[in-house]
């Protein structure tokens, strides 16, 4: 790994950032409070509700903007990316993240080697893991998201948008990713030296699996200042039914990695950044570069 991790500071407090209409947050909340308790029974611990969609990142850049906190999402990886990007809105900041899964898919979560909360807290150690740039330029207009996990254009949104209409379950999210195959439309991208190429999917992996169930790298350690690129040209159905099939069982090994990536839409196609999705008009340029180092986190 490049960061074996360095001494941690004392955290002057932990921020919670939660959805409390979640199904059984109440619950998790509170088993939370009690480790917390136990494992760090000096630091003051502060519950930080959210009231709508965006709200967590206003909280995070809040919190981010004064001290040292220890910053906990008790979320999925949509509402970890607003935290992280809430982070990186304050440059500079001491604020160390960590997410507690409490979604569905927590791909960030899963991807990261094995390790609890309690044995985290107690090596008192900081880590510092890469995240990806995503600049969209639109005119004169540049917009910048940082994304933890994974950019994925073309299949990957369909899917999720898929599986949210077609219900929860394994079985159930299966048969809408078949459904979703059917209804792909091919989408073409321009390179920066003016080369066309016509993909079904893109995907821009800071971790190694996504989707709850596809294995799209053997790349286990988001932190080495690159990231993984899986294609798939337009070839199809059966293709994409194959590679799809791949990445649920073998997995798609090993992918060329880079540190950026850019080109220009040809038409207008979807985007998922870390499981929330973005629409992305034609005409638009898209960056995406290694921020290395860029979270600190336990």
């Known amino acids: 790994?490049?960061?074996?991790?360095?001494?941690?500071?004392?955290?002057?407090?932990?921020?919670?950032?939660?959805?409390?209409?979640?199904?059984?947050?109440?619950?998790?909340?509170?088993?939370?409070?009690?480790?917390?308790?136990?494992?760090?029974?000096?630091?003051?611990?502060?519950?930080?509700?959210?009231?709508?969609?965006?709200?967590?990142?206003?909280?995070?850049?809040?919190?981010?903007?004064?001290?040292?906190?220890?910053?906990?999402?008790?979320?999925?990886?949509?509402?970890?990316?607003?935290?992280?990007?809430?982070v990186m809105d304050v440059p500079g900041s001491k604020a160390v993240c960590t997410v507690i899964p409490a979604g569905n898919a927590n791909d960030h979560f899963r991807s990261l080697p094995a390790r609890t909360l309690s044995g985290a807290l107690t090596e008192k150690t900081v880590r510092h893991i890469d995240l990806l740039r995503v600049?969209?330029?639109?005119?004169?207009?540049?917009?910048?998201?940082?994304?933890?996990?994974?950019?994925?254009?073309?299949?990957?949104?369909?899917?999720?948008?898929?599986?949210?209409?077609?219900?929860?379950?394994?079985?159930?999210?299966?048969?809408?990713?078949?459904r979703t195959?059917?209804?792909?439309?091919?989408?073409?991208?321009?390179?920066?030296?003016?080369a066309t190429a016509k993909f079904d999917s893109l995907i821009l992996a800071n971790i190694s699996r996504m989707a709850k169930y596809g294995t799209v790298s053997e790349s286990q350690y988001p932190d080495d200042g690159r990231f993984e690129v899986v294609?798939?040209?337009?070839?199809?159905?059966?293709?994409?039914?194959?590679?799809?099939?791949?990445?649920?069982?073998?997995?798609?090994?090993?992918q060329p990695s880079v540190r950026s990536y850019a080109f220009s839409t040809r038409n207008a196609v979807p985007c998922q950044i870390d499981g929330e999705i973005v629409h992305i008009q034609a005409g638009t340029h898209v960056r995406v570069d290694s921020a290395k180092g860029a979270l600190a986190t336990v």
């Not at 949104?157 to 929860?168: D, H, Q, S």
């Open 135 to 178: 600049a969209f330029r639109s005119g004169s207009r540049e917009q910048v998201q940082y994304a933890h996990s994974y950019v994925g254009f073309g299949l990957t949104p369909l899917m999720a948008i898929g599986i949210e209409k077609g219900g929860k379950g394994k079985v159930l999210e299966l048969v809408s990713v078949a």
């Open 1 to 86: 790994m490049a960061d074996a991790g360095v001494p941690a500071g004392p955290f002057d407090r932990a921020m919670v950032i939660f959805n409390p209409g979640r199904a059984g947050m109440g619950t998790r909340i509170e088993a939370l409070q009690r480790e917390l308790a136990t494992d760090l029974p000096d630091l003051s611990v502060e519950l930080l509700p959210t009231e709508y969609a965006g709200h967590a990142r206003a909280l995070a850049r809040i919190e981010a903007g004064r001290g040292a906190p220890l910053i906990l999402s008790v979320s999925g990886d949509g509402g970890y990316n607003e935290v992280v990007n809430g």
């Open 231 to 254: 294609t798939l040209p337009h070839a199809g159905l059966t293709k994409m039914a194959l590679m799809t099939l791949r990445a649920v069982t073998l997995g798609l090994g090993h």
């Open 181 to 194: 195959l059917r209804r792909l439309e091919p989408f073409e991208l321009v390179r920066d030296d003016g």
